[in-house]
T-cell receptor, first 113, second 113 residues
Framework: NAGVTQTPKFQVLKTGQSMTLQCAQD?????MYWYRQDPGMGLRLIYY???????DKGEVPNGYNVSRLNKREFSLRLESAAPSQTSVYFC????????????FGPGTRLTVL | GQQLNQSPQSMFIQEGEDVSMNCTSS?????WLWYKQDPGEGPVLLIA?????ELTSNGRLTAQFGITRKDSFLNISASIPSDVGIYFC?????????????FGQGTILTVHP
């Protein structure tokens, strides 16, 4: 099992450009999550999908959209990138059943110039 | 919103020393998790705690779920150089926030050989 995979690993954008971060999991998990990590601030939840077909806002959703394409895949889109969105983005998944733990991907390092 | 205060923010120790870090919350959590993040990687789950008072070990690591359900600690015994990294606590409050984690700011651990 590959677990949680993310693409791309690195990306540089100019202000105003758009892009989609891809995430896939092969653990048959119901729930998937997108976080951003900034120095000294831990991980903050952007959006999550409790199950296929549903998405909900997390703590910092502004400037982002998500799509739960199917049970395996959950993408994060930046429509018009801003320098404040420079961060490391992590995708995670969990079974969503009973007491739950989340498993993380390797991250995407995004720089917006 | 919910907040987790993790301390200390950083630790510099000698190889072989024991390490202790903790997390406190202003509200009750039903699940406490401890993650480790190596440089350039995503967080990896170390220990999961599901009951108040629970004490769980994973090799040299021991974690406890506080009786009040508002705190947790992680101990690492006989530290080694590969323990270097950032350690995060995370909590889940259950109920309507089921599946969503709140993260502490992280403890940066440096181990000198």
């Amino acid at each position: 099992n590959a677990g949680v995979t993310q693409t791309p690993k690195f990306q540089v954008l100019k202000t105003g450009q758009s892009m989609t971060l891809q995430c896939a999991q092969d653990m048959n998990h119901n729930s998937m999550y997108w976080y951003r990590q900034d120095p000294g601030m831990g991980l903050r939840l952007i959006y999550y999908s409790a199950s296929e077909g549903t998405t909900d806002k997390g703590e910092v959703p502004n400037g982002y959209n998500v799509s739960r394409l199917n049970k395996r895949e959950f993408s994060l889109r930046l429509e018009s990138a801003a320098p404040s969105q420079t961060s490391v983005y992590f995708c995670a998944s969990s079974s969503g059943v009973g007491p739950d733990t989340q498993y993380f991907g390797p991250g995407t390092r995004l720089t917006v110039l | 919103g919910q907040q987790l205060n993790q301390s200390p923010q950083s630790m510099f120790i000698q190889e072989g020393e024991d390490v202790s870090m903790n997390c406190t919350s202003s509200s009750i959590f039903n699940t406490w998790l401890w993650y480790k993040q190596d440089p350039g990687e995503g967080p990896v789950l170390l220990i999961a705690l599901y009951k108040a008072g629970e004490l769980t070990s994973n090799g040299r690591l021991t974690a406890q779920f506080g009786i009040t359900r508002k705190d947790s600690f992680l101990n690492i015994s006989a530290s080694i150089p590969s323990d270097v990294g950032i350690y995060f606590c995370a909590g889940n409050a259950g109920g309507t926030s089921y599946g969503k984690l709140t993260f502490g700011q992280g403890t940066i651990l440096t181990v000198h050989p």
